[in-house]
């Protein structure tokens, strides 16, 4: 590899949560984003106080949106969302560039419970069958883009994995890890800081040759050819090999080390290859709602709907992301009122 970059400088060994790093392996042609998540996801999970099971996925679900919607290079909101028939209908996950993420599930507990009884609790079968929607909204008068993929029984990096050759006939591969850390004290804790943080990884790795026709695959399905034709077989390019292979043996400790930075990780991974990273960018536990927002929203609705919500004289509206309760004067929602 004598045409590799030589790095400019050694790994920032600091370790920094909360932070995304974009990198390129340019010899390779391969462009990905790492994530560590501490502080902010572990606000978002203990918000919500879900099973365990059930904060593991959501917080697999809040990594795996800030490595796509971090990519984004307009002002934007990317959400991720599924529904499927197991224990967990539904995720949603909305992050608005360029750092802010809040999330939230809703479960069958009585399922969740039969599952988990079962030892049917792995990711794929907390989800069950549905799809997996991504949407993307730059905002007031500008389209929306939506993409599904279905969800049969595998991980949210399956659906990753899947959605992008089909979708986006991008050569993809994404780990996540998600894990609780005990070891973490802090003083400033009210509860003594002698209590598990969650924390999350995660490392999107994309094949994105000048030359298109090097991102082919083996084709999908054989289409009309006759029964019996042999799929048509395109090798995988070289460097995607190599790429894929060096990503698929991140194991998911060394995604969630609070000690190991980021750059150091892809460091390990890529050094032989010559590896440049970009500015980092910071994510935030932040949810967008507002008194005005919920206002507006109820405004929106028939004066009927509204008459319907009004208890004990007053409208209440809890928001599902970070459970702040707005309450109304109904005269204050209603047709009339500026
Ligand atoms: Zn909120």
Redesign the pocket.
């Known amino acids: 590899m004598t045409d590799a970059p030589i790095p400019s400088r050694a790994p920032n060994e600091t370790p920094a949560d909360d932070a995304i790093v974009p990198f390129a392996v340019e010899s390779l042609d391969l462009r990905g984003r790492v994530v560590r998540l501490g502080p902010a996801l572990d606000a978002i999970l203990t918000g919500h106080d879900y099973p365990l099971p059930i904060s593991k996925l959501l917080g697999e679900a809040i990594a795996l949106t800030v490595l796509l919607g971090s990519s984004l290079k307009f002002d934007g909101r990317f959400i991720l969302q599924t529904q499927a028939d197991g224990p967990v209908r539904m995720l949603v996950v909305d992050f608005v560039s360029p750092g802010k993420v ?1 999330a939230c599930a809703r479960f069958d507990p009585g399922h969740l419970e039969r599952a988990i009884a079962d030892g049917k609790d792995s990711p794929g079968e907390l989800l069950g069958t549905g799809h997996l929607a991504m949407t993307i909204d730059q905002g007031s008068g500008m389209n929306r883009y939506q993409g599904l993929v279905a969800l049969s029984g595998g991980s949210l990096e399956d659906a990753a994995h899947e959605y992008f050759l089909r979708s986006e006939q991008i050569p993809t591969r994404v780990r996540l890890a998600v894990a609780q850390e005990y070891s973490a004290y802090d003083a400033a804790d009210p509860a003594g800081g002698r209590r598990p943080r969650w924390r999350a990884g995660g490392l999107l790795l994309q094949f994105l040759p000048a030359k298109a026709e090097r991102m082919r695959g083996p084709d999908l399905d054989p289409g009309d050819a006759p029964e019996g034709t042999a799929p048509h077989a395109v090798a995988e390019d070289e460097a995607w090999i190599e790429g894929r292979s060096l990503v698929e043996t991140i194991e998911d400790v060394e995604l969630i080390d609070p000690a190991l930075s980021s750059e150091r990780l892809l460091y390990r991974l890529f050094h032989e290859h010559g590896v440049r990273v970009f500015r980092p960018v910071d994510v935030l536990a932040r ?3 507002s008194r005005d927002g919920v206002r507006s929203m109820l405004k929106s609705f028939s004066q009927d709907d509204r008459d319907h919500m009004v208890e004990n004289g007053m409208i209440s509206v809890t ?1 599902e ?4 309760n707005y309450r109304f004067d109904p005269a204050e929602v209603a047709d009339a009122a500026e």
Do not use: E, I, L
Not at 321 to 324: D, E, H, K
């Open positions: 809040r949810c967008t709602c928001c992301f970070c459970t702040s």
